[in-house]
């Protein structure tokens, strides 16, 4: 079956260390996102991809990176500037660069805990 | 500026109940809305989306959603709740998907 794949499901990480979420996709879509998701807050976009080796920033991409070296994966970045990084990630894809007539597919999602 | 705006963060209803969730958009020309279901730890799940023509849209697991352009609304609605309903809904806009803050449903025994 087609889906979205976020590993690993919770990860740990020491304030001061760089860490990467990993999103693998297979349903040949395009476009590709990160979101950030905080009790209260609802999902802000991190970055987003609409094509391999382009992608641009969403609403808070201050301390973190991405890549989309190709199609099919976007892994994100938590840099140790990343202020507050303790958080639970989303990863999402859509068949086109804007989702006009197409809605997002999720991940399970990434629960990242810095200490 | 578009934006999107759920003003009810956590509802309470009976099972068996109807339910309705609010959804408020800011948008300058004709909206693209969703709504998505989130179940705890997990991704979110796309219940219904609205493009044009009909402002009634149904949706998956009972769930419909009427688009009204003189109100700036996309509620949600479903005449029975179950206790699997239990969950968080998000209302999104548009290509560049912003979300509401969600809502938190609760359903009582």
């Known amino acids: 079956d087609g889906g979205i794949t976020q590993s690993p499901k919770y990860l740990f990480r020491k304030e001061g260390q760089n860490v990467t979420l990993s999103c693998e996709q297979n349903l040949n879509h395009d476009a590709m996102y990160w979101y950030r998701q905080d009790p209260g807050q609802g999902l802000r976009l991190i970055y987003y991809?609409?094509?391999?080796?382009?992608?641009q920033k969403g609403d808070i991409a201050e301390g973190y990176s991405v890549s989309r070296e190709k199609k099919e994966s976007f892994p994100l970045t938590v840099t140790s500037a990343q202020k507050n990084p303790t958080a639970f990630y989303l990863c999402?894809?859509?068949?086109?660069?804007?989702?006009?007539?197409?809605?997002?597919?999720f991940g399970n999602g990434t629960r990242l805990t810095v200490t | 500026a578009q934006s999107v705006t759920q003003p009810d963060i956590h509802i309470t209803v009976s099972e068996g109940a109807s339910l309705e969730l609010r959804c408020n958009y800011s948008?300058?020309?004709?909206?693209?809305l969703f709504w998505y279901v989130q179940s705890p730890g997990q991704g979110l799940q796309l219940l219904l989306k609205y493009f044009s023509g009909d402002t009634l849209v149904q949706g998956i697991k009972g769930f419909e959603a009427e688009f009204k352009r003189s109100q700036s609304s996309f509620n949600l609605r479903k005449p029975s709740v179950h206790w699997s309903d239990a969950a968080e809904y998000f209302c999104a806009l548009d290509s560049d998907m912003r979300f509401g803050a969600g809502t938190r449903l609760t359903v009582k025994p």
């Open positions: 948008y300058g020309a004709t909206p693209y």
């Open positions: 999402a894809s859509s068949s086109s660069d804007r989702v006009l007539n197409s809605p997002l597919h």
């Open positions: 991809s609409q094509i391999v080796n382009d992608f």
